[in-house]
């Protein structure tokens, strides 16, 4: 139930007055419904926006962090006995090093194919691809300078190592490779989820990316993967929770 209609109904009984004394009104436990903001481009920046809170931070076509947003533990992918190059945030590698060595035991080795990207190596990304695709195509694989996860240091898209791009296979769909199968199906143990899903493009403004990964660690990502939610629905709602205890009567007025 949206906050309004409960103020409204306390509202509507508290105006009831002195002659309705004995009013009891029982409103029902409310839970956060809210859902994000539809896409539309814009530059807030966003709620959560210091260095530890990165796994609470939203960024979208809307929400951004500060052109000067670089953490300061960044270390080289490499700390993690992966294959590729970059940087990543400090705090990743020790379950980045044990997915990387579980996806190798199962057949199914990873790599990485870009870690994290400074705010001006984002721009000259987005400019890339707007020069190779228009911005309209652009915008809807490719993210703002500032609204990028890659600046959050926290966030990897994956590759089969030795292999191209995961998004230059012509057509074909990276999760469905043995490397990306095992990543989707067992990511969100070591703490990463998929920020892109296929069909979600509505409700993530961007396409299906699905070698794209934000780590928010275990708790968190099962958390996430638990309820079924795109990570970017469910940031908003742990925003915008309504705080409420189940059951609660509330009453106006002394007890009938
Ligand atoms: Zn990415």
Known sequence: MPVGIVFGVLLAAAAV?????STFVFVPPTQSTSQPPACKLGNVTTQLASYADWSGALVDWQFRVPASYAPRDLVPVSRAGIAGSGLIRSLVIPDLAAMTKAARSAGAPIAIESAYRSYSTQASTFNTWVNELGYERAILGSARAGHSEHQLGVAIDFKTPGAGPPWHLGGYDWATTRAGAWMVKNAWKFGFIMSYPR???????????????????????????ASGETSRAWLWQQEHRVVAVPGAPVSVGPRP
């Open 17 to 21: 007055g002195p002659a309705a004394a």
């Open 199 to 225: 069909g979600r493009t509505s409700q993530v403004c961007y396409g299906y990316e699905p070698w794209h990964y934000r780590y928010f660690g275990r708790a968190q990502a099962a958390a996430i993967h």
